[in-house]
């Protein structure tokens, strides 16, 4: 048995379920979700729009560090050191310790792992199983039927500016930055001249922004969270 923590945005969520589903397929083994970060995070825990393994591990079944949510920032702060340090030197946890692909991590005996596993080779080789728990459980709304039928047919291409707490927040800003408009509109450039008459389909929190920076022939703008 394994459990994973699943933390973050819907795509972080994403993210970390490929790799235990596929890890859990590879090793022949069972696995659990740990989703209590979402009794205080101020995103949602979205996962069950999709048709995925509903296995959640109850409270007892979660390490006590990881059941320990104080909402002082300065106690939180020593609650995540000493979270760090149990994970760092205790082989039961393992907190991952980058972003790119680590072969090693495609086996463990670890019984409690935790971070983003942001790479497709973590689950390419159970890919038309993840597809499969990836398959929207609801039937879609009118709107997005037709955003739907719009992206089949047409040479669709998907554009994401996230920049709500990239640009408000001081922290994200100073670790993650974000993208320039001269990125943008050298990227459309590049890709304008691969394909013929492409469709942008721009997802973004800041559709304003969007609208008034991008300039294209014909833009699609889709409002909503990105992350």
């Not at 591990?57 to 979660?62: D, E, F, G, V």
């Not at 050191?81 to 082989?91: A, D, H, P, S, T």
């Not at 609208?211 to 909503?224: A, D, P, T």
Request: with cysteine; net charge neutral.
């Amino acid at each position: 048995m394994i459990t994973v923590k699943i933390t973050g945005w819907l795509w972080n969520q994403m993210f970390q379920y490929a790799y235990i589903r596929s890890f859990a397929l590879r090793s022949n083994t069972d696995f659990l979700l740990d989703i209590s970060e979402y009794e205080t995070y101020f995103r949602k825990f979205e996962l069950e729009i999709f048709d995925i393994q509903k296995k959640y591990a109850k409270k007892n079944q979660i390490p006590w560090f990881e059941r320990i949510h104080i909402k002082n920032t300065y106690l939180n702060a020593i609650i995540f050191r000493i979270k760090y340090l149990l994970k760092k030197y205790n082989q039961k946890y393992y907190l991952e310790k980058q972003f790119n692909f680590d072969i090693k991590w495609l086996t463990s005996h670890a019984e409690y792992i935790e971070w983003f596993f942001q790479s497709e080779k973590y689950f390419i080789d159970f890919e038309s199983q993840i597809r499969k728990d990836f398959i929207f459980i609801n039937t879609p709304s009118i709107k997005n039927k037709e955003l739907i039928d719009l992206i089949q047919s047409s040479n669709a291409v998907s554009v994401h500016v996230r920049r709500w707490d990239y640009i408000s927040n001081s922290g994200a800003n100073s670790l993650l930055g974000t993208c320039t408009l001269d990125y943008y509109q050298k990227a459309i450039e590049y890709i304008q001249s691969k394909l013929d008459n492409p469709t942008f389909f721009f997802f973004s929190d800041d559709i304003a922004w969007v609208k008034e920076n991008i300039k294209v022939e014909i833009v699609i703008v889709v409002e909503g969270y990105c992350g």
